[in-house]
């Protein structure tokens, strides 16, 4: 079973541009988490997906940012535009509903540079 | 905020014991997970603890306290390839985690 895939594994871009970073979560997996993890700090939570509804965004930081995730499969987080303390590693992750445990399934993340 | 406290470092030699502790607000708790990192790939999961006690798994065993907001992987018969950064995480409301900012192991021969 393939795991959480995540794409660019790195993109670099200038201060003002717009990228866009992609996440597919485990097959049959309804929710979908993004993170963060700025340099030298914790990874934090951004927002969470239960099919294609926002179900938490508490964590986005501000309106440069931009989740969706049409159709409940893949989603997207757009950055725009995007600014120098926005660099650090994004990462997605997903989870079954069923279990109790309900761990989540990390994706190996998109480095995001900003310059 | 929910604040997850754990060493920055660890050393320890192939072969011996080490315990990585944490600590986090009991405010709020829905479970405590412990995920192991390599430099530049996925967090992995690697135990769960939500009722008072230890979980065994393998080499890798963790330990919860709910009333003392307390909880410490234990890792057994230490392997090179057990050199990573190992990341305490509480989850609260909504099945949203909160990560420390993770321990960083180096096994040494």
């Known amino acids: 079973e393939a795991g959480v895939t995540q794409f660019p594994s790195h993109s670099v871009i200038e201060k003002g541009q717009t990228v866009t970073l992609r996440c597919d979560p485990i097959?049959?997996?309804?929710?979908l988490y993004w993170y963060r993890r700025v340099m030298g700090k914790e990874i934090k939570f951004l927002l969470h997906?239960?099919?294609?509804?926002?179900?938490?965004e508490s964590g986005m930081p501000n309106n440069r940012f931009l989740a969706e995730r049409t159709g409940g499969t893949y989603s997207t987080l757009k950055v725009q535009p995007a600014e120098l303390e926005d660099s650090g590693v994004y990462f997605c992750?997903?989870?079954?509903?069923?279990?109790?445990?309900?761990?989540?399934?990390f994706g190996p993340g998109t480095r995001l540079t900003v310059l | 905020g929910q604040n997850i406290d754990q060493p920055t470092e660890m050393t320890a030699t192939e072969g011996a014991i080490v315990q990585i502790n944490c600590t986090y607000q009991?405010?709020?708790?829905?479970?405590l997970f412990w995920y192991q990192q390599h430099a530049g790939e996925a967090p992995t999961f690697l135990s769960y603890?939500?009722?008072?006690g230890l979980e065994e798994k393998g080499r890798f065993s963790s330990f919860l306290s709910r009333s003392k907001g307390y909880s410490y992987l234990l890792l057994k018969e230490l392997q090179m390839k057990d050199s990573a950064s190992y990341l305490c995480?509480?989850?609260?409301?909504?099945?949203?985690?909160?990560f420390g900012t993770g321990t960083q192991l180096k096994v040494e021969l």
């Open positions: 992750a997903s989870s079954q509903v069923a279990s109790s445990r309900n761990e989540q399934f």
């Open positions: 097959s049959g997996h309804d929710n």
């Open positions: 997906f239960v099919k294609e509804s926002k179900q938490d």
């Open positions: 009991t405010s709020g708790f829905n479970g």
């Open positions: 603890n939500v009722l008072d």
């Open positions: 995480a509480q989850r609260g409301g909504g099945n949203k985690l909160t």
